[in-house]
């Protein structure tokens, strides 16, 4: 199971510009490598070595930042190419250009960590550069020193250096579950238990309600100034979004953990669909926030060994959980689910919650007779 650290650099003045320059050089030369690559078609990452492999080197890049430049261009050209075809995207009119300041990767040779000192030791333009200080938490540390894997990405970012590493935990078995606790996923409440837990999405909601009218009041002044305070803005609201996400999906895991219980989710594939039929709340939902909320909860549920299902939400909001009689009259206002059959009454998302539960139980005993007639 795979999941990032980000950790806060602290150089010097000196360390400071040396970063700057490097990061410069480094997407300088990532701009040369895309216009190769747009001019002569090779999208490639070995074709486009030999076409610019001797400018990157004239440049002042070394074999291994040479390399980086050329895999992060591959890269963006892939991803492109992967959300064209998906149509989350037009197709490119010029080259991808990069940021003076955009993302840069590292490996092992270019970057290397001292966990113990909270110090790097990373490649720069002005050469090696040793005992460059960072900061992270204990559990951060624990888990660079343990588990990190690969390439970190150096970035600066609202006038911070950070390094995003990645690390990869093996997974722990998985505990054979007794019971599913199920979790519906909403607007107005973002996730909601079985067990009747819900975290609500009002903060959230209103701090991208504020974006938005802001953003609908600033869009008219194409300013500099105009454009850098929606950015950082929009920057500030995902950050939020992600604390919200790892808190929720903390308190989800540590729930079913406790219980013995595996997790059962909605299957998201369907939540564009099934948003676009509500249109005045579909601004405020980013489709992105929940698979975000999903990934947090697998990758917490797995490192627990905790099992967790993906199931079809179709009714789930309409169906008794007591008695299963599927009802449109069953939801009387949108927060209430009251059966009309059998009478149950409870909150509508915790009725939901409840009907992903059981759908949870049934798919793993189906998977499993699966496993066991294998
Ligand atoms: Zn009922």
Known sequence: MKFVVQV?????????????DTLRLCNEAANLVSGVAWETKTFRNYDLRV??????KAMGLSAQPAQHVIKKVTDAYATVKAQVRARLRKPLAKPIAFRPDAAQ???????????EARTVSIWTTGGRMKGLRFACSDGQARA??????GESDLIHRDGMWLLIATCDVPDVDVTEPDAFLGVDLGIANIATTGDGE?????????????????????????????KRLLKARRRKESR???????????????EAARTGRGIALEDLQGIRERVRLRKPQRVTLHSWSFHQLGGFIAYKAARRG????????AYTSQACSSCGHVDKKNRP??????????????????????????????????????????
């Open 8 to 20: 806060r650099l602290f150089p010097t003045p000196a360390q400071e510009a040396a970063l700057a």
């Open 51 to 56: 076409h610019s492999y001797g400018e990157l």
């Open 105 to 115: 990767p590292f490996d092992d040779r270019c970057l290397s960590w001292q966990v």
């Open 144 to 149: 660079l020193a343990a588990y990190r894997k």
């Open 198 to 226: 819900r975290h609500s999405g009002k903060h959230l909601n209103a701090v991208r309600h504020r974006n938005r009218e802001l953003r609908r009041r600033l869009q008219s002044k194409q300013t500099k100034s105009a």
């Open 240 to 254: 939020f979004a992600r604390d919200v996400n790892h808190r929720i999906s903390k308190s989800i895991v540590a």
């Open 306 to 313: 905790v099992a967790v299902v993906h199931v079809d939400p």
């Open 333 to 374: 206002y949108q927060a209430r689910f009251a059966c009309t059959s059998c009478g149950f009454a409870e909150h509508a998302d915790v009725n939901a919650a409840r009907n992903i539960a059981s759908r949870g139980v049934a798919d793993w005993a189906v998977s499993h007779a699966a496993d066991d007639a294998a």
